[in-house]
């Protein structure tokens, strides 16, 4: 269990580092600043430019949501970087918590935290109209997405220089949010496999119980190859 000493030792780990720092507190700088412009800026666009940014609600809110998973799992890739770097999670393994204990530590801090942002987030912007439950749904899946980020990071970056360089690769799933907007048929399909695609659909279709049993699933399914490769590493 995650405990009072863990999110302590977590904290500090986080801000001893600037990079990591500004992670942790970016989103919600991002959720303040996209609230400026949704009240200042798109209202001025829509009336010079006769452009109705509302029609795009479900993509902005998918991307800001995408993008402070993003955040918090590159927080979460270079904890564990920086845990292979002085052997900790080598040492974890020996000791009664064991790999699977050392991991459910590590994930905690940052998806729990990229829970309540991505709940901040929906609430602060009130851009889209969902029920609860499916902001609940939303915000799981987001912390869901984030560890994927983390643990894609770490299994493919041997220090924290080339994991912001991976993570700025990573970025790039974001846009299978978005490949509704392009009309490719191929693009929409293939999209189908990727996390990303799931948190528009689950905003369009807040109340489809198919979109919902997909969209986690695929989190799901990505989480568990990625754990299983962790665990089952030498």
Not at 86 to 106: D, F, H, K, Q
Request: with cysteine; hydrophobic share 55%.
């Amino acid at each position: 269990m995650i405990n009072l000493i863990h999110i302590k030792n977590d904290l500090k780990q986080v801000f001893r580092d600037p990079v990591m720092s500004i992670l942790m507190l970016a989103p919600l700088l991002i959720v303040v600043v996209f609230k400026l412009l949704i009240f200042f800026l798109f209202p001025f666009i829509a009336t010079k430019f006769n452009f109705e940014f509302s029609l795009y609600y479900q993509y902005l809110m998918a991307g800001i949501l995408i993008l402070i998973s993003g955040m918090l799992g590159i927080v979460i890739g270079f904890m564990m970087l920086d845990d292979k770097d002085g052997n900790i999670a080598e040492l974890m393994a020996v000791t009664p918590l064991g790999r699977s204990g050392y991991l459910v530590n590590r994930l905690s801090f940052s998806s729990i935290l990229c829970f309540i942002y991505s709940i901040i987030a929906i609430y602060v912007l009130n851009v889209i109209d969902v029920p609860f439950y499916t902001i609940l749904l939303l915000s799981l899946l987001s912390a869901i997405y984030s560890i994927i980020i983390g643990l894609l990071i770490f299994s493919g970056a041997d220090d924290k220089v080339k994991g912001l360089t991976f993570a700025k690769g990573l970025n790039m799933l974001g846009i299978f949010a978005f490949s509704d907007l392009f009309a490719l048929n191929w693009f929409s399909i293939l999209s189908l496999i990727f996390p990303t695609y799931w948190i528009t659909r689950i905003i369009e279709s807040p109340h489809s119980v198919s979109a919902f049993l997909i969209g986690t699933s695929i989190h799901i399914i990505w989480l568990s190859y990625l754990i299983y490769r962790y665990l089952s590493k030498k």
